[in-house]
């Protein structure tokens, strides 16, 4: 049996060392070595891959950081361009695998369009997604590292996209996505920073974050944008519904906005609560927002 084992940890180095290596300054990112299984019949056990895990130097938020890559299932089959979703919580541990895996459904049963995945990972979430704390006292002493979403705005903008477009087949369509304090993140992203994405996909943002400010600016933030067009699809659930205040301030700002500049889907879902809403909700944006065109 230990000659066995020896023999599948060769293999699997054999096979490791055939594989093609990202750019030697942006280094691939280690996962844990897989349990060697027992040989069934004499076949050996192979691994399966969904994607490429890079370690992107940043310089916005003083270090390195991971992101994880999935290619749709035609992507070598041509030399198209595809939308690229950047996903706010795009870890191997939180959802990267979750999205990639809608994706992977909407291209094989052509309800969706191809997407290439973007996972960005998050270290510190209140950190990276919130910004900075100003009225709550008991948020700011519960969470004294957070409000230093602008430095993470940097880093996506900045850093993680360049890298991509470089590198990937990419469209020009950028869509942003996430739920809970990613969402917050994608709202803020959307009234402080317009044109850096096409689209955005917020699922139950914490829109409660230090009172509710951000909802309180909104009005100000958005009266700074020109008319681009660009969408916005918000989904609420059961919690956030019980507080209307932060959600109906929000609303009534963005629609006050022209239509010509704006794409608003706001789709309340009182049977869903925050434990349950991103993973219909996830799925029914990219039905409704990148249908499969007719071909």
């Known amino acids: 049996m230990a000659a066995r084992r020896c023999l599948l940890s060769l293999l699997a180095a054999l096979c490791l060392l055939g594989a093609p290596m990202p750019v030697a300054a942006q280094e691939p990112v280690s996962g844990p070595a897989p ?18 895990s890079f370690r992107l130097p940043s310089a916005a938020l003083g270090g390195d950081r991971n992101i994880n890559i999935w290619l749709p299932p035609s992507y070598a089959q041509g030399e198209r361009g595809y939308p690229v979703i950047y ?3 795009g870890g191997l541990s939180q959802d990267f695998q979750h999205i990639s895996g809608l994706a992977h459904l909407g291209a094989i049963s052509w309800l969706t369009q191809e997407f290439i995945i973007v996972g960005i990972e998050t270290v510190d979430r209140r950190r990276e997604l919130a910004f900075p704390v100003e009225r709550d006292a008991a948020l700011r002493t519960q969470y004294p590292t957070a409000g230093a979403s602008a430095a993470f705005r940097r880093h996506l903008v900045e850093e993680v996209k360049p890298f991509i477009e470089a590198r990937y087949r990419t469209s020009g369509e950028d869509i942003l996505l996430g739920e809970s304090l990613a969402g917050l993140f994608i709202v803020e992203a959307y009234l402080r920073q317009l044109d850096a994405f096409d689209t955005y996909i917020a699922m139950d943002p914490s829109l409660w974050w230090d009172n509710g400010r951000l909802t309180e600016e909104a009005p100000a933030l958005l009266a700074r944008h020109g008319t681009g ?19 109906e301030r929000l609303l009534a700002a963005l629609r006050a906005r022209p239509a010509t500049a704006q794409e608003l889907r706001y789709e309340p879902r009182p ?19 990148y249908p499969r065109p007719a071909e």
């Open 229 to 247: 067009r660009h969408r916005l699809w918000l989904t609420i659930g059961q919690e956030t519904l019980g507080q209307p205040a932060h959600i």
């Open 271 to 289: 049977a869903l609560t925050h434990a349950t809403i991103y993973h219909p909700t996830a799925w029914e944006a990219l039905q409704a927002l």
């Open 87 to 89: 996903l706010i919580d």
């Open 35 to 52: 349990t060697p299984l027992p040989a069934l019949q004499g076949a050996v056990p192979a691994l399966i891959t969904i994607g490429h």
